[in-house]
């Protein structure tokens, strides 16, 4: 068995095996990845009598290649540098530490064009090392489209030149809450620590993620989440509120009634400007914009956004939410930019351009029937059910062989046509530390990337897991462990996992336990 993660569409392990190190002659088409296969290889032993060849051929699709392996030659072909650089991938994998790789033959393209990861830095920040060894993970496993969410109700992430409170001012709060417990009555635990001062990412320092991950075929989305989700930025500039009261970043996790008022031109002004510094930094095809998460219990009585409702013709408090995606996704469009959203921002399709892109987290409608509307519209959907693939739930409640279980037949069988792809999200308001970090996001990213590459056909949950246990030390030597298998397997359970009907209130009341049992030992 070839130990692979993602899967290929077809391999063919043959005997014998090849040198594969620093001493390859390696040449040929691709002189992006021929580059970047003699960079990471430079100190790698091995490689001796030995050549890698990168040939073009048109018959690979854009993202797929054929590896053939021989004792003393190893031959690629591709039709892209995408094309090559996953090959590359792939022959890392296989050499692992062993200064060598099987002879074998592989034809291989993905399932999808869309393979996503998201990481939250709102919550809680993380170094640039940090984004930059998940981006080297994600390349490791095919995966091509980093959605980073860099503003939210507790902290502003991203340098805006022309509003600097929001780093100055929008990065800092008060503490941080700790538990769920107690939440609905005002009451649940706190620390009594100032959180997130310089904690934010200057332009310069996102220019240099940005550049890291398109040496690795991944595009950076940015995530500002508008017109909820705000309070931090509210904080900053109240007059972004229907109220315009003072305001303070929120230290509270959940969902917030404080949120920008689209009544307001200065709200629309305000995001524009927004848009126009990040989009000379990020020059991918995507900016996400949140959506989700809207109450709109001070809109029905803002009379600035009852006066918009009015003027523009609109049906509800939902229209005006749509009326603001409109403006935005069309403004994004004359940059040259494709607006997504999460898929509360479907509520209002009608008014919206198709070429918006749905991220379906969660059921809001009966049976989805907002997202399979979308899609008969002509839309596009990309998938992250949360009750699949929410890397912040504990193993318990998430195993990775439900992880491993998402598929398009979720939203049903028709609806494939619509799907873009897939992504995975690590939220971070609970995970405080990288090593929390890496146990909940580290097998799940390996799992997903699989779900979002392979053929359905190819999948079988057993087999992988043996792959991922033979992988262990490949993925270590990226600095990327693996949590051990009884707890990705759900195994590690309060005594309140087998009692369904309590294990969701329970968990409420300790969202740290695993974390708490194995912080020690990893």
């Known amino acids: 068995m070839l130990n692979i993660i993602p899967v290929p569409l077809k391999a063919e392990e043959k005997e014998g095996f090849a040198p594969f ?66 090959a590359l991938m792939t022959l890392l994998q296989l050499a692992g530490n062993a200064g060598r790789v099987p002879c074998c033959e592989i034809g291989d393209k993905p399932r999808f064009a869309y393979r996503g990861f998201m990481l939250d830095s709102a919550r809680h920040f993380w170094s640039i090392d940090t984004v930059k060894r998940y981006i080297d993970l994600m390349a490791r496993l095919k995966m091509n489209e980093f959605h980073f969410h860099l503003t939210d109700d507790q902290g502003w992430r991203v340098e805006i030149k022309k509003y600097p409170l929001l780093t100055e001012k929008g990065s800092i709060r008060k503490n941080t809450q700790l538990s ?46 508008m017109p909820g989700h705000m309070v931090a930025a509210i904080a900053c500039y109240p007059e972004l509120s229907c109220t315009g009261e003072p305001a303070e970043v929120s230290t509270r996790w959940g969902v917030m009634d404080n949120i920008c008022c689209c009544g307001k031109e200065d709200v629309y002004r305000f995001a524009k400007d927004v848009i126009d510094e990040l989009c000379e930094i990020f020059p991918g095809r995507f900016f996400h914009i949140g959506g989700d998460e809207v109450p709109k219990k001070r809109w029905k009585t803002c009379p600035n956004c009852q006066e918009k409702i009015k003027k523009e013709g609109l049906k509800d408090e939902n229209a005006l939410q749509g009326y603001f995606n409109s403006e935005i996704a069309n403004y994004l469009k004359s940059k040259g930019k494709r607006m ?33 509307k979308w899609i008969k519209r002509g839309g596009k959907i990309i998938m992250s059910p949360v009750s699949y693939v929410y890397m912040d739930h504990p193993y318990h409640l998430r195993p ?117 049992l194995m912080k020690d030992r990893l």
């Open 340 to 372: 997504s959203g999460w898929n509360e921002i479907l509520d209002a399709q009608d008014i919206m351009d198709t070429e918006i892109v749905a991220q379906w987290w969660v059921n809001h409608s009966a049976g989805n029937a907002q997202e399979k």
């Open 21 to 86: 190190g620093g001493k390859l002659k390696i040449y040929g088409e691709f002189s992006d990845t021929v580059k970047f296969a003699e960079k990471i290889l430079i100190n790698a032993k091995g490689g001796e009598g030995c050549e890698l060849v990168f040939e073009k051929n048109t018959d690979a699709t854009e993202e797929g290649y054929f590896l053939k392996v021989e004792e003393k030659t190893i031959k690629v072909k591709a039709s892209s540098e995408k094309g090559a650089f996953y």
């Open 400 to 516: 990775l062989k439900k992880t491993y279980a998402t598929d398009t037949e979720l939203l049903g069988a028709d609806f494939e046509k619509g799907v873009l792809g897939m992504e995975i999200p690590q939220w971070t308001e609970y995970i405080r530390c990288e090593k929390k970090l890496d146990m909940l996001t580290v097998p799940r990213l390996i799992t997903f990337s699989e779900v979002c590459w392979s053929d359905r056909a190819n999948k079988d949950y057993g087999e992988f897991e043996k792959r991922l246990e033979n992988s262990r030390e490949y993925f270590a030597s990226l600095n990327c462990p693996i949590c051990p298998k009884y707890l990705y397997t759900g195994k590690v359970r309060p005594w309140y996992a087998f009692t369904d009907g309590l294990k969701w209130a329970l968990w409420y009341k300790n969202v740290n336990y695993e974390w708490e």
């Open 180 to 225: 769920l417990y107690g939440y609905n009555s005002g009451k649940e635990a706190h620390d009594d620590v100032e959180y997130g001062r310089g904690c934010f990412y200057t332009q310069e320092q996102l220019k240099d993620i940005v550049a890291y991950a398109a040496e690795r075929h991944i595009e950076v989305i940015p995530e500002i989440d």
